[in-house]
């Protein structure tokens, strides 16, 4: 039978203050993993531990800004602290400031490049020669509808994503004989910060849901499902895929 546990494992989830990671922070710890939540904000670092804690689990929140790189070793070192060596890495950080692609600014585009592309690889390369003296680990990157398509005011946040792809296939293709394994999930229309201004539009939002094959836009928990499976040993023999978690969307 496939082995779903995660006893024993540790598991660093960024953007764990609200929305998909928070969510899949929960999951990995109803699975029985010790998560370390990092994010910039203090307090809504707490409330997940919180969360996780009611429900049994341990976490613990290491507030810190991955968008200064020169951070990321440091980071790496801290975060396996709590539990010990990191078995699991979540990048779920990211940034979306939906511009017109003439209102892209320098500072923008490379704001955006940075946290949604750069810092999962460079994160992960700190974490993964831990994970390669175990002979396991899991790299589950965050990509989007826009890694294989087109959104209005997406271009920066779309290109950051299609990188998110080949990222997941090239660090899959670099550390998977290794016993590390790397895939990305693209969600399809969820509730969270980053869509707050789609959430707001109850007519789009109806519009979203007739464009999936089920009916409906995302809820929290069918991350679940997913997240678990992908950071559990039932995974492993996947790597380097990008499974859209959308309802159908890309389906039809």
Not at 95 to 110: C, G, H, K, M, Y
Request: net charge neutral; glycine share 10%.
């Amino acid at each position: 039978m496939a082995d779903f546990s995660l006893t024993g494992k540790v598991a660093l989830v960024t953007g764990g203050t609200s929305g998909i990671g928070r969510r899949q922070a929960l999951a990995l710890a109803q699975a029985g993993a010790a998560v370390v939540l990092l994010g910039r904000r203090k307090a809504q670092l707490q409330e997940a531990v919180a969360e996780i804690e009611a429900v049994g689990g341990r976490a613990v929140a290491h507030p810190a800004d991955l968008g200064d790189r020169s951070q990321l070793p440091e980071i790496s070192k801290r975060t396996s602290l709590p539990f010990g060596s990191i078995d699991i890495l979540i990048n779920a950080a990211g940034v979306n400031f939906r511009q017109p692609a003439e209102e892209i600014t320098l500072e923008s585009w490379d704001t955006t490049l940075n946290l949604n592309l750069a810092v999962p690889f460079f994160l992960a390369r700190e974490l993964i020669p831990a994970m390669k003296v175990k002979g396991w680990g899991r790299i589950i990157n965050i990509a989007s509808l826009q890694s294989s398509r087109a959104f209005p005011n997406g271009l920066a946040y779309g290109a950051s994503k299609g990188g998110i792809s080949q990222l997941t296939r090239a660090i899959a293709e670099a550390w998977s004989q290794h016993g590390v394994t790397c895939n990305a999930i693209a969600p399809g229309f969820f509730p969270t910060e980053l869509t707050a201004p789609l959430y707001e539009n109850s007519e789009l939002l109806d519009k979203l849901a007739a464009q999936t094959a089920i009916g409906r836009n995302g809820a929290l928990s069918d991350l679940d499902g997913l997240t678990v499976f992908l950071a559990s040993p039932a995974s492993n023999y996947i790597t380097g895929q990008i499974i859209h978690l959308d309802g159908g969307f890309t389906a039809k």
